[in-house]
């Protein structure tokens, strides 16, 4: 009798936590929003075929078959940080195992500088990683400069098997992210998007904050899960799929949860990078103090002029024999 009641309980508790499994995936399961198109008027706004390309690469990556293409979001003035991160994280060669490249891409100042855009020119010739465009450059337009890259990874570089969206004043560990994603296998070549990731936000609606998001604009009273805009890394079939996903998300001038938004139109959750047994973020927007192991273990590291960076740079290059 004994065996028997121990069986009996068993199995009890076994269907009793099959029940609860199934429930947990139906009720906590996100309905997808309804695909309402946006008025043309409004996707104009982002749409690529509103705009042209003033400098551009083309050919790039059909002639270099990439791994990770690095998406450099700059400004024409911006003359220092390209050469920065040309001299650091985007030089060639860091990762002997695959092929890494870097683009900056640009705008257009809102008053015309004929000067800086010769010079520009003349770095597009000599370097070939520029990519600009006749879309205004502000802190409001970053919107419209996340879907051209969107749109440019997706018409001429959909061949690569990653790319990543980072900004110009953060540290990027590239041989430790390189790493990170050849280890995350096949799961990770589609629809996949890893950072920092934000899953509690809500909209500010105070006129003086730099996140102000009118109800007019955004009425819903919560973001969707979204990555910290400083940077993040997703496979090249999502440049694709947001760009197309676009076409029904009312712009919004907060370009890391309009990403979100796209992805939520799409039944994609962005992916939380962590260190061994989830105690540090991989993706490190707070800003911390230089120290060379502690960067070692990070994919990126948030808040750096060009000087710091070329500073440390020389120091952290010799991290991977000495942590």
């Known amino acids: ?45 982002i749409s690529p075929s509103t ?26 003035k911006d003359t220092e940080a390209r050469t920065a991160i040309r001299r650091t994280w985007g030089q060639d060669g860091l990762s002997p195992r695959v092929t890494v490249l870097h683009l900056f891409v640009i705008g257009q100042p809102a008053q015309s500088d004929p000067v800086l855009q010769e ?17 205004v450059d502000s802190y409001h337009n970053l919107t419209i ?29 590239v041989r430790y992210l390189v790493d990170y994603l050849l280890d995350q296998g096949e799961s990770s070549r589609k629809d996949y998007i890893c950072g920092s990731v934000i899953s509690d936000a809500v909209p500010h609606r105070d006129t003086f904050n730099k996140w102000y998001i009118s109800e007019d604009l955004y009425p819903d009273t919560w973001y969707p899960p979204y990555v910290s805009g400083a940077a993040y890394v997703f496979s090249t079939d999502l440049a694709r799929k947001i760009s197309w996903a676009s076409r029904f998300v009312r712009p919004i001038p ?20 962590t260190t061994f047994l989830g105690l540090g973020n991989l993706f490190e927007v707070r800003r911390l103090k230089y120290e060379r192991c502690t960067f070692a273990k990070r994919i990126i590291v948030n808040g750096f002029n060009p000087q710091n960076l070329v500073r440390i740079w020389h120091d952290f290059k010799k991290s991977y024999f000495t942590c």
Request: glycine fraction near 4%.
């Open 254 to 273: 907060l370009e890391d949860v309009y990403v979100g938004l796209c992805l939520h139109i799409l039944g994609v959750k962005p992916m939380y990078a």
């Open 1 to 45: 009798m004994g065996k028997r009641w121990r069986y009996k309980l068993l199995t009890c508790f076994a269907v009793a936590g099959l029940i609860t499994f199934v429930a947990v995936l139906v009720f906590n399961r996100t309905p997808l929003p309804k695909k309402t198109p946006t008025p043309k008027e409004l996707y104009d706004v």
């Open 119 to 135: 010079h520009l020119e003349r770095e597009s010739k000599e370097f070939g990683d520029i990519i600009q465009m006749d879309f």
């Open 51 to 76: 705009y042209r390309f003033i400098l551009n690469q083309p050919e790039l990556c059909e002639k270099k078959s990439p791994f990770l293409v690095l998406m450099i979001p700059v400004t024409l």
């Open 145 to 173: 400069k996340t879907m051209m890259i969107m749109n440019w990874i997706a018409t001429y570089c959909q061949g690569a098997w990653y790319a990543m969206k980072i900004d110009a004043d953060i540290f990027l560990n």
